[in-house]
């Protein structure tokens, strides 16, 4: 019978499941060691982002279990302690007198530090019997942004005892300009059939980054849904901010098109209209980045018809033009963008399915990003959103006439200096 000093451990690996945000310590892991015929301590190091300890309450990267304990069963606790955001690996070594040594992988994930803001909790949105298409309301923001890098926004739908509203409705987000007065989307989604946004966890996610020097301290947010039923869609709306270094310090927003405010108050197609789609935009001179920000979504069952049976705009597949200076510059094709795969599949009875023209019901609106890099840094440009040419007939293949692009662009700029909002004329 062999006499040689063993060391022995109930695990080789640890991994941290879940994510650990930075400066922060995970829950602790035990592992059992124990000890055959060792005639010394047993010296425990960890190496990595983590930590381990003998109560559970002290934690360092070494300790020693002492001569007494060594043949019975000791548990070390690890916990993972980030510093910096990514995936670590690491491993806890066991090391006694005469024994081999044995050594315990570990593995954890580290995340930002996120800062939540809970806005608008079951807000009711509905028509008739007391109940309003929106509600606006000041709310207190995050303060500091010099450590934030970005900004998303989480919008879940909840259901009354009287279920949601069955249709599929134009729905908004929108943020005040506390210099113009104006109201800027910020997000836009079409409601689902029948049901809320349960089945996701948080329920519809927007990146609003672009919008930062807007979301902060003291800020009025308005949301919207066009439900023209007493049957309620109840409203929670959050923001995270997530810390980080920004790719630049200073930020500036301002609307080039505002067409958001429904369905069909929004651009018409296919017929002769007074709205002016041509716009002139001052550049600051320090801006080191600036792109477009634009969100469009169509409506409407307009003829004559696609050769595919498509009435516009909501079916009829198109590529705009946005022209600057005068020359096509960037496209923007409303196309399907797979309506059958949305998680939010408990739709039915309703028509959710089939591919419309850029957008689905139960999804958020696409947010299509421009780049316009420096090239017009302290210039300026003129801006055209050109539709592509068709012409209605007058008909409809439903009770609704007309077809319309609700359609908002906005200019962001960022710098490493403070600088000031993009000038639209």
Not at 19 to 46: E, K, R
Not at 62 to 77: C, G
Not at 190 to 217: A, H, M, N
Not at 221 to 243: A, H
Request: with cysteine.
């Amino acid at each position: 019978m062999s006499t040689s000093p063993v060391i022995l451990s109930n695990r080789s690996n640890l991994v941290f499941s879940g994510d650990t945000p930075i400066f922060t310590n995970s829950y602790s892991i035990g592992i059992i060691v124990s000890g055959q015929f060792l005639t010394a301590p047993i010296d425990v190091t960890v190496n990595g982002p983590f930590e381990i300890s003998l109560d559970g309450t002290i934690f360092s990267s070494n300790l020693q279990i002492p001569l007494e304990s060594v043949n019975d069963e000791t548990t070390v606790y690890v916990h993972f302690s980030p510093l910096e955001v990514g995936s670590f690996s690491g491993s806890v070594t066991l090391q006694s007198v005469a024994a081999t040594d044995v050594e315990v992988t570990l593995a954890g994930i580290a995340t930002p530090v996120v800062y939540n803001y809970t806005t608008y909790q079951n807000q009711p949105l509905g028509f008739g019997g007391g109940y309003s298409q929106s509600a606006s309301q000041v709310f207190n923001l995050h303060q500091d942004l010099s450590n934030v890098s970005q900004i998303k926004m989480f919008l879940q739908i909840d259901c009354p005892t009287t279920g949601c509203d069955d249709w599929d409705r134009f729905a908004n987000i929108k943020v005040k300009d506390p210099d113009s007065g104006n109201w800027f989307e910020i997000g836009r989604y079409i409601t689902p059939y029948w049901v809320g946004t349960q089945l996701l966890d948080r329920g519809l996610e927007f990146d609003v980054t672009d919008f930062k020097s807007l979301l902060t301290g003291t800020t009025e947010l308005r949301i919207y849904i066009e439900n023209w039923t007493t049957k309620t869609d109840l409203v929670s709306l959050e923001f995270d901010y997530i810390e980080g270094t920004p790719d630049y310090p200073f930020y500036a927003v301002s609307e080039v098109l505002g067409f958001h405010a429904n369905s069909i108050d929004g651009v018409p197609y296919g017929v002769s209209h007074s709205e002016d789609l041509d716009r002139s935009v001052q550049i600051p001179n320090n801006a080191e980045s600036s792109h477009l920000r634009t969100v469009i979504s169509g409506w409407g069952h307009a003829t004559p018809v696609d050769s595919n049976g498509r009435p516009c705009a909501e079916w009829c597949y198109r590529t705009h033009n946005v022209k600057i200076n005068g020359s096509n510059s960037f496209q923007h094709y409303m196309g399907p963008i797979g309506c059958a795969s949305n998680p939010i599949y408990n739709q039915a009875p309703g028509n959710w399915t089939p591919d419309r023209a850029g957008w689905c019901p139960g999804m958020a609106v696409p947010v299509r990003v421009n780049n316009l890099g420096t090239a017009y840094s302290g210039s300026s440009f003129t801006f055209e959103y050109d539709f592509e040419d068709w012409t209605s007939d007058g008909g409809t293949t439903s009770g609704q006439t007309g077809a319309y692009y609700a359609t908002s662009t906005y200019i962001v700029v960022k710098s490493n200096t403070e600088i000031s909002s993009p000038v639209v004329n």
